[in-house]
């Protein structure tokens, strides 16, 4: 079993930067693929980045490329994600996910196993 602990959520104003930490345990991190999704209110979740167990391999969604960064730590066995020029239309509730299938990187709710409890980030204009 995999725990997951997010932190770092908050609000921020448009342009604002923002980081978010997600903690692992409970199986070693390296075999572990790792993502950030978000969920705003009526919409579905949806894929924000994954990082392949390596952390040699990165995807992005179309909104966020170029904007937001992940990353991961596999001595600290946490992954991050660097939120920048936020917009507020990136106010959502985002979840850290973990799947022990991937080997490389993947975009669906579906492939990723564990999930952390999700932090609200909200952006005002």
């Known amino acids: 079993q995999v725990q997951l602990v997010e932190s770092g959520g908050g609000l921020v104003q448009a342009g604002d930067s923002l980081r978010r930490s997600c903690a692992a345990s409970?199986?070693?991190?390296?075999?572990?693929?790792m993502a950030w999704f978000r969920q705003a209110p009526g919409k579905e979740r949806e894929f924000v980045a994954t990082?392949?167990?390596?952390?040699?391999?990165?995807y992005y969604a179309d909104s966020v490329k170029g904007r937001f960064t992940i990353s991961r730590d596999n001595a600290q066995n946490t992954v991050y994600l660097q939120m920048n020029s936020l917009k507020p239309e990136d106010t959502a509730v985002y979840y850290c996910?973990?799947?022990?299938?991937?080997?490389?990187?993947?975009?669906?709710?579906?492939?990723?196993?564990?999930w952390g409890q999700g932090t609200q980030v909200t952006v005002s204009s």
């Open positions: 409970g199986r070693t991190f390296g075999s572990l693929a």
């Open positions: 996910a973990a799947g022990i299938r991937i080997f490389t990187t993947a975009r669906s709710v579906r492939e990723y196993d564990y």
């Open positions: 990082i392949s167990r390596s952390g040699g391999s990165t």
